[in-house]
């Protein structure tokens, strides 16, 4: 069995196009790897026309934001949103009803 990273003959046949996303998906379904996982989503936003825009208000993603991290799914107002929400969601949970 090859090594699961091992996968360099797919990879460039990806980029000069003659391998599809589902075809590259499959080679690498047999190891689930939540970074490979990221950036599949990543590159199935960039075929689908909507890398850089929020999942929750669709509204653009800074572009200072997505060169620190490219797999950025939420902007900056969202992302505050769900972090407070979060927060309230396990301080609540963690009180005790007497």
Known sequence: ??????????????????VSLGELESILAFKSDPVIDEL????????TGTYGQCIGCKRPIDSSILLQDPARRLCEL???????????EASQSSRVIL
């Open 1 to 18: 069995m090859r090594d699961v990273y091992d996968y360099e003959g797919a990879r460039g046949q990806f980029v000069d196009g003659s």
């Open 40 to 47: 599949l989503c990543v590159l199935e936003r960039m075929a």
């Open 78 to 88: 969202c992302e505050e949103h769900v972090g407070a929400h979060a927060f309230i």
